[in-house]
Structures are given as C-alpha cells and as structure tokens.
C-alpha cells in the first residue's frame, strides 16, 4: 500500500505535461488501474481483512486523485504563466511612422483657382482628352492649313490600316470642352474649364502633358471690361495681392478677336519673384472676345450673344505663387524637392506628430 502511495504520488508530483498526467490516472485509478485492481480484491478478503483494507484503499484512491487535480491545476497555471512571459507587449513603445501622401500641388492650385472662379458664377466643364480634330481646331477657328495646327505640337492618335478619316488628337488645349458645353446649354453660359492638355515639348518650362483652366463668359453685352473685372478679381483672390495691377498686351489667337495678354505686375529682386510691386511686368495668361465664328461653330448666334474667354497654364501660376523654377519638378521629381522649393501645403502634420514624408 505505502509502495502504491509513494510510487503514484512521486510519479504525479514528477509528471511533466497532461498526457503524463492522464498516463498516471490509468495506471492507477483507471478501470484496470492498480489500486481498481486492488479494490476487486477486496471481495476475496475476510471481513476483518475487508474493513481493515477497505477504507485505506478508499483513501489512497481519494489522495491520488487530489494529487493528480492539483498537479493538472499547477501545470495549467505554469503554462499560462509560460505565455504571459512569452507573449509580453510594451504598449508604451511608440508606433511605427508612416509615409502619408497629400494632394498634389497642381491639384491644390486647381481646386483655388475652381473655388475663386465658382464665387463669381463660374461652373465646371469637364470632357474627353482625346479629341477630334473638329472640336480640338475647326470649331476654334483653326482650318486645316492653319499655321496654329503646327505650332500646337499636336500628339496624334493612330487610325486602323486603311481608315483614312482625319486622327483623333490628345486635346491641346481644354477650349474643345467649351464648345461642347456651349452646344448643350446654349446661351447665356458662364464655365470654367480645368484640365490636362498635350503638346509635344519637353524642356524646362514644358512638359508634354501640363494642365490649363479656361473660362468662357457669353451674354448680351458682355465686353472687355468685364474680362478685365474678372481677371482682376482672380488675380487679387490668387496671388493674395490687394491693388494687384494687370496690363492687356494686344495679341492674337484664331478664336478671340480682339485677343489681348495678359501681365501681372512684379519685381526681381536678388532672383526671387515678388508679384504685385516692382517695375517688371510677366505675362500670367491670354484672353479675347470670343470669335463669332467660334460662337457659330458651337451653336451660338453671333448676332445676339458675345462675351469673352480666357487661358491660363495651372502648373506656370503654381510655380509663379510658389517659386519653383522648373516645370518639372511637378512630375519627375520627388516630395524633398518641392519641399525645398516651399511648398508648404506639403507639410501636413502626420498622426505621430511629426511632419509627412
Ligand atoms: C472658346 C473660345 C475661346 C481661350 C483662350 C488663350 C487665349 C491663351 C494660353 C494660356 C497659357 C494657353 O496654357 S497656355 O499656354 N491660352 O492664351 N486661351 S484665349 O479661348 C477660348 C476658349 C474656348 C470656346
């Protein structure tokens, strides 16, 4: 009995894992175990032998299996202990940072320029970038043999083998977007139109792809002082410059007439760009009375509607309002540099509290 009780006991007490554990219960209690095994010998016993052994067979029973609960319950806590050690988190260490994006500059620019022009009337215009040659020249008075075909640097579409109608264009200009909308709604229109255009040139002030607003203004009477109000009024909102002072330069474009461009008072001082003070001049956009034609061509009648248009190239005006000195940096280049130009709309505080990426 003692040998039983030292035997199990010691093995619990040794038992490394539950297995072990469940190993030792049928070796001893189990229906075949040892002290079963014993207890069935009970019956063969004189009743003094019986009442002698019995009860102490009882007990051993009992205690072996206290012990083997107790040791089940040690080894759960020890392995509980185990991964709480193991599976320990500093949830005071900082996070990891993150490189965070922000709106491109040249989106940003457009969506002030959209905001200022919206506060006097403007809508939206959108359209397709490739264009016919229709609403891309003819409609805006620019005939086949037109010299401004070439000077357009116009990327052409490829037609099918044997197609011989005229190539779709990537739009030169977003003018096609304005003559479309003047074909839906007609007059008066009040539209502003942003957006990439194409041309084939690459050097420091051109990219192949650039973006240009344009606005349109048709009513009864509208002249060029109203263009000059409006171009005014945008230039003071844009360039933050309260008496900003414009000069109207006569030029000439197939869809205005008469076409004027346009200068934005400013000084050079020690290379850098001041706009609205100085003795220099620097031309910002063009602009005109639409060209009846133009207003025919899109559906409108000349003899009862004017009124005037104008363009602007977003990625110059960003460049002028932010002083960086070359076009490319907007698509070729990385955050660093046109951070190191000042474009401080880039620094956009980031969740960890420190400045984006
Ligand atoms: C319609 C009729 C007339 C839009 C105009 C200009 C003058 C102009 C340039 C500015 C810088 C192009 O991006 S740039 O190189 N644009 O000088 N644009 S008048 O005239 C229109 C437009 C639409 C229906």
């Not at 067979?57 to 991964?83: C, F, G, H, T, V």
């Not at 009846?292 to 509607?305: R, T, Y």
């Not at 977003?314 to 474009?343: E, N, Q, T």
């Amino acid at each position: 009995m003692d040998e039983l009780r030292q035997k199990y006991l010691g093995a619990i007490a040794d038992a490394a894992d539950e297995p072990a554990l469940e190993e030792l219960r049928l070796q001893a209690v189990g229906k075949k175990g040892e002290v079963s095994l014993k207890m069935r010998e009970l019956g063969r016993m004189t009743p003094e032998e019986r009442q002698e052994m019995g009860p102490k067979l009882n007990a051993l029973k009992d205690e072996i299996n206290s012990a083997l609960a107790a040791k089940k319950a040690a080894l759960a806590d020890a392995a509980l202990n185990e991964r709480l050690r193991a599976e320990w988190l500093d949830v005071t260490l900082p996070g990891r940072p993150r490189r965070q994006g922000t709106i491109h500059p040249v989106s940003q620019v457009t969506d002030e320029i959209t905001a200022i022009f919206a506060d006097m009337g403007f809508s939206v215009a959108e359209g397709p970038q490739i264009e016919s040659d229709w609403f891309n020249f003819d409609a805006l008075n620019i005939p086949p043999e037109h010299p401004a075909r070439q000077e357009h640097d116009t990327f052409f579409m490829s037609r099918a083998e044997g197609d011989h109608r005229p190539p779709h264009v990537l739009r030169t200009h977003t003018s096609p977007v304005q003559i479309r909308a003047m074909q839906e709604t007609g007059a008066p229109i009040r539209v502003i139109a942003p957006g990439r255009v194409y041309r084939c040139d690459y050097d420091q002030t051109h990219t192949p792809m650039f973006h240009q607003v344009e606005g349109l203004a048709i009513g009864r009477d509208i002249s060029m002082a109203n263009l000059k109000w409006v171009l005014e009024e945008f230039c003071r909102a844009f360039f933050e410059v309260e008496g900003v002072e414009l000069r109207f330069r006569a030029s000439h474009f197939p869809f205005t007439e008469p076409s004027a461009e346009v200068d934005i008072r400013c000084s050079w001082a020690d290379g850098s760009l001041k706009i609205g003070e100085g003795d220099d001049w620097m031309e910002i956009l063009g602009s005109g009375m639409v060209h009846p034609k133009v207003l025919s061509a899109a559906g409108v009648d000349p003899s009862q509607w004017q009124g005037f248009a104008f363009g602007i190239g977003i990625d110059r005006l960003a460049m002028l309002k932010y002083g960086i000195p070359d076009l490319r940096a907007f698509f070729d280049s990385d955050l660093r540099w046109l951070r190191h130009y000042g474009f401080s709309a880039l620094d956009v505080p980031t969740l960890q509290g420190g400045l984006s990426a």
